[in-house]
Structure formats: structure tokens, C-alpha cells
């Protein structure tokens, strides 16, 4: 049975179309426009062209198929409004939980650290209480409701970057060879996490059939700043880093403060360091 992927086009969802085709599996995708994305060139997928928000697109796309990694998002953290996060991370996984439930899929969610509101001084486990303070924040949390009601695996994860997709290292890289200085913010902690080590950890929940809610992001900790200087190290880069309150920014859509994540599940995979997976990104290299 082939192994559906939402999202194939973005960062993540790209990164397990290539890691199961790489293991021999046979892979679906639902893309709005895969004739038109780079992203799928050459693989050797079945493309059903569609979005999530339609549902009778999204059915046609689980026919015959027994797993389902969800990996489609509205991702635009900088919108206040939110009525394109509502139809994807809401509508969208609620047509695609129900559906699973219906034909009896298993199903692997991707949800958020921005579900948290950032208050917290020690790392946020499964259990901690939930409360998003912004439009993004709050439809990932709508959506993992939709999920948990169907019985499908909700994996929040954090700071995602990696070699298909913009992300916020290789723009790091690419301002840090184009300027003496730069300015990053200091005063948000989370986890950054390389979609290379996450893809196979969301392959192995959906392969044990896991369910409810796991938290699975990049081992230990840093801030936005601490990530721009360990990339500039990696890379050899001169660039001065200097640090930046998120005030001083000037960005409306609120951001938690403080997001790590950790995990009490002994059925959750653990990841890797953080400042490992930069070095494995960095080794691929910057994406296309």
C-alpha cells in the first residue's frame, strides 16, 4: 500500500517523501500544484493534484492507503488575521483525521511549539498546559483537537530547518556572507530540530502505530542568537552576531518567549543534538 504525505512540496514534507522512497516505500502526495514544484521533479511518486481543504480531494487521495504522514501547514507565524492558517491547519487536518478514522489509516500529525504561550522556565512536556497566543498558534492547536478525536499521533515539534526548504539557518548563511554584522533576537529559547532527524522519527511512529500527543524536537536548547553564532562557527563565517530583544524587532504576531520541548513518553524518539543536526545540514548543504 502506498504511504500518503500531505505537504510533499515544504521543508519537512519533502524531506520524508525522499527518506520513505529511499527505504523502497511507495508514496502518494497530495500537492496543490506538483506539476509546478521543483520540489517534487524527478521523484518517483503518485502526485493526485489537490488540497487539504477539499475534502472530496483529500478522500480520493486515502483510498488504498493504510498510513499517513500530515505534514501540510499554513506556516506564516507573521500573520495576525489567520483565515488561511483556520483553512489548512484546521479545516484541512480535520478532513484529513476524519478521513483516516474512516478508512482506518493510521495517521501522524505535525503540530507546533507555538501552542504554548512561552511563560514557562523549564521544558514543556506532553501534559503542560496548552494556551497559543497568536492566530498560528491557536489553529495547530484547533487541529490537533481534530486529530486526537479521530485516535491519530500528534507530534509537536519546533525550529524546523533543513537542505529543501527555506529556514532560518541557511538565511543565516547567506546574510553572514553578505555582512560584517547582524542583528538576531536573544530572548526566545526553543528547540532547533534538522528535518533530517525528525523525518524518520515521524516514519517510526507511523510504522508502531502510535497515538496522542508526542513531543519530538532537536535534543537541547538555544536562542535565535546562539543559533546565528553556532552557524557562523560551523561555516567559518566572520559575521559579528548582535543580540536583539524581540521588542526591538517590532513584529505583531506574538512569539513565545520560551518553547522547549521534552518528552515523558518512553515511546518517543529522541533526537539528536541540535548543534548536530546544524552540522549534518550544514554538510548537505543550502537549498536550492
Known amino acids: 500500500m502506498p504511504i500518503l504525505v500531505t505537504g510533499a512540496t515544504g521543508l519537512l514534507g519533502n524531506n520524508v517523501v525522499r527518506l520513505l522512497l529511499e527505504r523502497g516505500e511507495a508514496v502518494r502526495v497530495l500537492a496543490r500544484n506538483p506539476s509546478e514544484s521543483d520540489a517534487l521533479k524527478d521523484l518517483r511518486v503518485e502526485t493526485l493534484r489537490g488540497d487539504v481543504q477539499d475534502l472530496d480531494a483529500v478522500r480520493l487521495a486515502f483510498r488504498g492507503v493504510d498510513r499517513a504522514l500530515h505534514c501540510a501547514a499554513e506556516v506564516h507565524i507573521g500573520w495576525t488575521g489567520g483565515k488561511q492558517q483556520r483553512a489548512t491547519n484546521v479545516e484541512g487536518t480535520r478532513n484529513v483525521a476524519d478521513t483516516a478514522l474512516d478508512v ?37 492547536l484547533a487541529g490537533e483537537h481534530a486529530v486526537a478525536q479521530a485516535g491519530g499521533a500528534i507530534v509537536r515539534a519546533s525550529w524546523l530547518f533543513g ?126
Open 163 to 288: 537542505p529543501l526548504g527555506k529556514n532560518f539557518v541557511d538565511t543565516m548563511r547567506r546574510l553572514g556572507a553578505e555582512r560584517e554584522e547582524i542583528a538576531v533576537v536573544d530572548d526566545q529559547v526553543g528547540c532547533p530540530t534538522y528535518t533530517g532527524h525528525l523525518a524518520p522519527a515521524l516514519v517510526e511512529i507511523a510504522e508502531r502505530g502510535t497515538t496522542g500527543i508526542l513531543h519530538v524536537a532537536g535534543g537541547g536548547s538555544c536562542s535565535w542568537f546562539e543559533l546565528a553564532q553556532a552557524t557562523f562557527e560551523e561555516t567559518g563565517l566572520s559575521c559579528r552576531v548582535k543580540p536583539q530583544s524581540t521588542a526591538d524587532l517590532g513584529r505583531p504576531a506574538p512569539r513565545p518567549a520560551y518553547s522547549v520541548l521534552a518528552s515523558t513518553r518512553d515511546d518517543a524518539p529522541r533526537l539528536r543534538n541540535w548543534r548536530d543536526g546544524l552540522r549534518a545540514h550544514l554538510a548537505v548543504g543550502v537549498a536550492a
Open 104 to 140: 482506518g489509516a493510521r495517521l501522524v500529525h505535525v503540530s507546533s511549539d507555538y501552542v504554548f504561550d512561552g511563560t514557562a522556565t523549564e521544558p514543556y512536556t506532553e501534559d503542560a498546559a496548552v494556551a497559543p497566543q497568536g492566530a498560528y498558534g491557536r489553529s495547530k
